[in-house]
């Protein structure tokens, strides 16, 4: 169990003291391990995960989800409740922000801190950081946003290829990217779309075939370990890349290119995109709202056992910031 504690001045009183701090009338507040506040109607398996991975390690869970926001949210900022470890699954619904400024304000850790979050989410950023450490990614044109430059200069697009992609430079699950481009007049109505974004030009990357599969891959990161899945580019089907296929076809390099871009981006969690052409490409750089869907529930979810052990590696970082 974890201990609670009460400062009054210079003396401190646990649980240990719990007479004389209720004979002064204080109540020592419920401090959980780890917080856990989400929304999403498909995060109940991997909030499940979580929950069963903390009785393991034997943290305290608390689940804040729409129902108990509004009495979370007020013991949280009145102190009768708080928390040790944020594992924030609230984004995109600004009634969660106070329980991310609360952990920011208290000194609270905060898993993918909201600053290293928002830095790589930008795809513009995270390109010249990725090629600065020396990693392959597409031949890419940086395009300044709309509202910065209206009118853009002469794009010379020989280098991307008869087809290439076009995509803002904040965003996910595919909102705004334009597969197949191959005129300028595509790329300037694709800017008014997000003309607060840069946006990126991308070559077309075309992978090997192994094991009668495209070579591309989505690699997880969670806590220092990595898990590589063979990731349909079309289908969306995810498959664990085995031990025998990792020897096989010297696929370790997507652990160490992954590794690398977590030195990079500095997120405690994430998934990357690299395709195997002529050598390993990053195509995607960070995501860091993984989609928490399992493959027993939904087709192209991720392996079962991948978003168990992220689960479980999220939970160790509640358990080493104790």
């Not at 400062?7 to 959980?32: I, K």
């Not at 007020?74 to 040790?84: D, F, N, S």
């Not at 076009?166 to 005129?183: R, Y």
């Amino acid at each position: 169990m974890p201990r609670y504690f009460l400062e009054l001045e210079h003396c401190a009183f646990d649980t240990n003291n719990a007479n004389l701090v209720y004979a002064l009338g204080y109540n020592p507040p419920m401090r959980y391990d780890l917080c856990l506040p989400w929304y999403w109607e498909y995060d109940d398996v991997f909030a499940g995960m979580i929950e069963r991975a903390s009785i393991e390690a034997g943290l305290s869970l608390w689940q804040i989800k729409p129902d108990n926001l509004l009495e979370s949210t007020t013991a949280l900022y009145k102190g009768v409740t708080t928390y040790r470890t944020l594992l924030n699954r609230g984004q995109g619904d600004a009634r969660f922000e106070p329980l991310l400024r609360w952990g920011m304000e208290h000194g609270a850790k905060i898993i993918n801190p909201l600053q290293a979050s928002r830095w790589s989410e930008d795809k513009a950023t995270m390109h010249l950081e990725l090629i600065s450490a020396g990693l392959h990614t597409p031949y890419t044109i940086l395009l300044a946003p709309f509202l910065e430059q209206p009118v853009v200069p002469p794009i010379d697009l020989t280098p991307l290829g008869k087809n290439f992609v076009i995509k803002p430079s904040h965003g996910g699950g595919g909102e705004g990217v334009i597969l197949g481009a191959n005129s300028v007049d595509e790329i300037l109505k694709a800017r008014l779309e997000f003309p607060e974004q840069k946006y990126l030009l991308q070559a077309h990357i075309t992978p090997q075939t192994l094991a009668d599969k495209p070579a591309w891959f989505r690699v997880f990161y969670a806590n220092h370990e990595t898990y590589p899945c063979w990731w349909h580019p079309q289908t969306y089907v995810y498959k664990n890349v085995t031990a025998e296929e990792e020897s096989q076809y010297r696929l370790s390099r997507l652990r160490e290119i992954t590794k690398r871009i977590a030195a990079i981006c500095k997120l405690d969690w994430f998934s990357t995109e690299i395709a195997l052409a002529d050598e390993f490409i990053v195509v995607d750089y960070v995501n860091d709202e993984i989609d928490t869907r399992i493959q027993s529930r939904a087709q192209d979810g991720a392996p079962d056992d991948v978003i168990e052990n992220i689960a479980r590696q999220l939970v160790q970082i509640a358990k080493a910031s104790l």
